[in-house]
């Protein structure tokens, strides 16, 4: 892992309006201790849509930032995208929903992607990023904390298990994307798979009138 990073909500200007946001995370080299929907010293501003047990950590990888270096053509510092763990070494969208990691002493486990809202254009200064960001199909992953303790800088991403279903980030992320109703009810056939999202996935099979199966 290169970087850790953590921030708290603050106020920003945007289109005319103050918006709480913490998406402006800051590395720090100190090993942080990791609680039950959180790191200690990080928070989130909208816990209607952030945080919580299934988007408690969320890692983004540094393979990805070098390839938006070079599309924005400029240097991007661990964070800029809200993460709290810039990994390498990993292929994030090839992970597996419910896979666990065991990182410094804790434990973690692959929840669910990342859905871009408008504060990530805050972020980057550019409202359309969000856009662009969706497009890219680069989204991280957010993690649930399955046992605390700490992590830090140096720290390895170690695979203890992986379920054999198969559905991986980048899956997840087309089923929500797809509209199709095979990919949608693969999200109800994985116990991995966040409550919220099988609730979504299953109002998506309602208004077509197709059934769960």
């Not at 928070?43 to 890692?59: F, N, S």
């Not at 099988?198 to 197709?210: C, I, N, P, V």
Request: glycine share 10%.
């Amino acid at each position: 892992m290169v970087s850790v990073n953590v921030g708290e909500p603050r106020q920003v200007d945007w289109a005319g309006r103050s918006v709480t946001t913490a998406i402006w995370k800051q590395p720090t080299d100190r090993r942080v201790p990791v609680e039950h929907d959180n790191l200690a010293g990080d928070a989130q501003a909208d816990l209607r849509v952030h945080g919580g047990p299934d988007k408690a950590v969320y890692a983004y990888a540094s393979e990805d930032y070098r390839w938006w270096e070079g599309e924005l053509n400029r240097p991007l510092q661990p964070g800029t995208f809200g993460e709290n763990m810039t990994t390498e070494g990993v292929d994030l969208s090839r992970v597996v929903i419910g896979e666990r990691w065991v990182v410094g002493t804790t434990e973690l486990e692959v929840a669910q992607t990342r859905q871009p809202c408008f504060k990530l254009g805050i972020r980057m200064g550019d409202a359309g990023f969000v856009q662009r960001f969706d497009g890219a199909r680069r989204f991280g992953v957010y993690l649930r904390i399955k046992e605390t303790g700490e992590l830090g800088v140096g720290d390895e991403i170690l695979l203890v298990s992986r379920p054999a279903h198969g559905l991986t980030a980048a899956a997840f992320a087309d089923a929500i994307d797809s509209g199709e109703s095979a990919e949608i009810r693969r999200l109800l056939e994985v116990d991995a798979v966040p409550e919220g999202m099988k609730a979504w996935a299953q109002r998506q099979l309602d208004r077509a009138g197709l059934p769960e199966e």
